[in-house]
């Protein structure tokens, strides 16, 4: 059989199935638009804080207002009591609450260091960030107020006294994503994620299909065909759709949602053959192991989730069973993501990265491999000559 | 027995046989609901992050750089893993993600510091991977604070002769936070509690459509079906898996809060109904999807787009005020984000039940979904 004529076989076999083009095109670019929906306002502020102040004094509206004026805080409730701010917490009308304790003026004259209570619900961590990061900054700022009002009465000069107030400071610098916005945290790793998961289903339901057809003895090239022109034939299709699907990601996608591009193009191109090649031959080996064309879509969407997980840019590796670490390293988009996010999104030079890139080949060389062992080995159960 | 009654035992009981018969179906309610869920719980056991590796630059090699550094490595949250002798090695190791941060201690930062000059240590963060980032941007604030409240604890101490003045001075404003509910600030609840209903209501939606697709797809729906009672067998075909997946939320919700003993603030009745409720809604609606052309991997495909992102809209790793409005459209048509909120609401503040209300209306509202589905059947088996 001529090349051209099993390539054409399985064009056919591809295209002529819903499932599959709803999957690898459809799909790929409706999951583009629908994931980065949650994070559009990228970071979190404005958050609605019930105010409780039990002192009433200067320094307590001064608190207020500085609170107001963070970009994190909102007082849209002033509770008299901390009884009423916690219902309204309950009923969701507001996200926290900080209290200014009785006599809170009077004990900061005496020196007693009165405190202020700021409480939020901790099982939503981005909203308790957000609130105590406000909270802080402007407790902070007013306590510092007050201490360099005191250095000043005690006689030192309003240069030494705004300098003395604490010895050494830190000041934080925030690499890459310098907003902590959500959209480039999330984004750049779950759409490596659509792009292999998208091109497992397509490749597990067209190799499932064939063996389906395979048990029915149904007549087809995928009979006689050499297998490696059946397995280049699919590398040339879904390679140059998910070639496509990656230039539009990274390029169209990645600009309307305002994510950064640090990689030089060169790099990313490289790198991302490394990612769809590996991805590519991965889906025909799971593809040969399907008994039927409907298993692929449970199978490769369970393990979504835990492989998103598994990449370490959302919980530490460290914190992580080894043993997790390791299998995930057997399935492209772990070492995809690892690899593209230093070099996209932290400015990594391309040698930083070449472990990732040498696992992402070496994944591509042992799933021809299998993917050839398993589809020759489903032949020879069914074709008898 | 009635008819009606009949039809139904005889569906529950034929699905029952089904699943007893097929590999596949065994695998979609035992082996890979359990591996999943065991997965995502062996990755956040710690529930804590500590020992993150970080790396110092010491510009200065002075004892009070030292001893600011000791403390930091102290910190449980952080670990110097590495002394870089520039500022661009260290952040070669950043980038290369070996390190998360590193700290750079400026020139005579002793010398500054007895000056009075107020000496500046810089902290640069790894914000790409935010949650780590705030972590660790959050244990280098306080080691520093503490450490520098330390050196002027002293200063003051030997100036006023009184601790509690000493104390006073350094902070005048205490600030006290309380994280109310989740008081452990531990991110297992806070993620695991989570994502077990984002997988469970896959395999829900799927299980749903591979038995009825199976059945399409065999050919079999008119023999299995015939004229009578589709309402019923349509019911009693469910009924199992309804059965089996409210089984497997009683199970990860005892799980977490009974064995692991995280305080369950509420109730469980309540929580369990609303489970129950949830499994019904997502059965029917994995039957909506499967109506539109009764294609069983085209409804697994739509299964795939509809529940696959759920996580991402529950709003528990970003608030559902920062939503756009598309957002919270489709979360809203998730029922697993009512039945998190609820779980939550429960778990932790342990709202009154009238509170919740509305929440379960919201759940059985999919149940409408049920008229078109029962519609579409009956039409496609009478064509």
Known sequence: MKFLEVFSAEAKLIFSDVAIVLTIIGGVILYAFLYPQPYSSQSVSGLSVSFVDLDKSKVSREIAFKLNATPQINLTRYDMSEKDAKEALMRDEVNAIIVIPQNFSKDLTLNLSPVVAVGADSSYFLIYGAVLEGAMKSVLTQSAGIKVGKILISGTPMVGAKQAYTPYTLETINLFNKDNSYTQYVVPAVYIIILQQTMLIGLGILGGGINERLGRREKGHYESAPIWMMMSSRYIIFGFIFFTHMLFYFGFSFSFFDVTHIAKIADILNFGLAFITASIFFGIFLGSLFASREIATPVVLFSSLPLVFSVGFIWPLESMPTFIQNISQLVPSTPAMQGFLRLNQMGAEFVAILPQFSILWFQALIYVILGYYYINKNRKKYVTN | ?383
Request: glycine share 4%; proline share 4%; charged share 15%.
């Open chain 2, 1 to 383: 027995m009635k008819p009606i009654f009949q039809a139904l035992n005889h569906a529950f009981f034929s699905e029952l046989n089904d699943i007893k018969n097929s590999y596949y179906k065994l695998l979609l309610i035992t082996t890979l609901p359990i591996l999943s869920f065991a997965l995502v719980i062996a990755m956040f056991y710690e529930g804590v992050a500590s020992k993150l590796p970080i790396t110092v630059v010491d510009n200065d090699k002075s004892e009070l750089s030292r001893k600011l550094l000791f403390n930091i490595n102290a910190s449980s949250t952080v670990k110097i893993a590495s002394t870089s002798l520039s500022l661009k090695d260290a952040i070669a190791l950043v980038k290369s993600s070996k390190v998360y941060a590193v700290v750079v201690i400026p020139p005579h930062f002793q010398r500054d510091t007895l000056l009075k000059t107020q000496p500046k240590v810089r902290a640069m963060i790894n914000t790409q991977y935010i949650l780590i980032g705030k972590i660790i941007t959050g244990a280098l604030v306080e080691t520093v604070a503490y450490s520098a409240a330390e050196v002027e604890f002293v200063e003051d101490l030997v100036l006023t002769q009184n601790s509690n003045l000493a104390l006073h001075t350094i902070s005048p404003i205490g600030l006290q936070i309380t994280p109310f509910f989740n008081t452990y600030k531990n991110y297992f609840l806070f993620l695991v509690s989570a994502l077990l209903p984002s997988i469970w209501q896959i395999f829900i939606v799927i299980t749903t459509i591979v038995s009825f697709g199976t059945l399409f797809k065999a050919q079999k729906e008119r023999e299995y079906f015939g004229n009578e009672y589709i309402t019923t067998k349509i019911i009693g075909k469910l009924l199992p898996y309804t059965f089996v997946y409210t089984l497997m939320g009683i199970g990860f919700l005892f799980y977490i809060y009974g064995t692991l003993g995280w305080a369950f603030e509420g109730s469980f009745s309540v929580t369990i109904f609303g489970m129950f409720l949830t499994v019904i809604a997502y059965q029917i609606i994995a039957l909506f999807l499967f109506v539109t052309g009764f294609d069983y991997a085209r409804a697994l495909s739509l299964g795939a787009v509809y529940t696959a992102p759920a996580f991402a809209f529950l709003g528990v790793t970003f608030p559902i005020y920062n939503m756009n409005s598309f957002a919270l459209f489709w979360r809203d048509i998730l029922p697993v984000s009512h039945y998190v909120e609820l779980q939550i609401s429960q778990a932790n503040y342990g709202a009154d039940v009238f509170l919740e209300i509305d929440k379960l209306l919201t759940i059985a509202a999919f149940f409408l979904l049920f008229i078109p589905v029962v519609m579409r059947f009956k039409s496609r088996l009478a064509s």
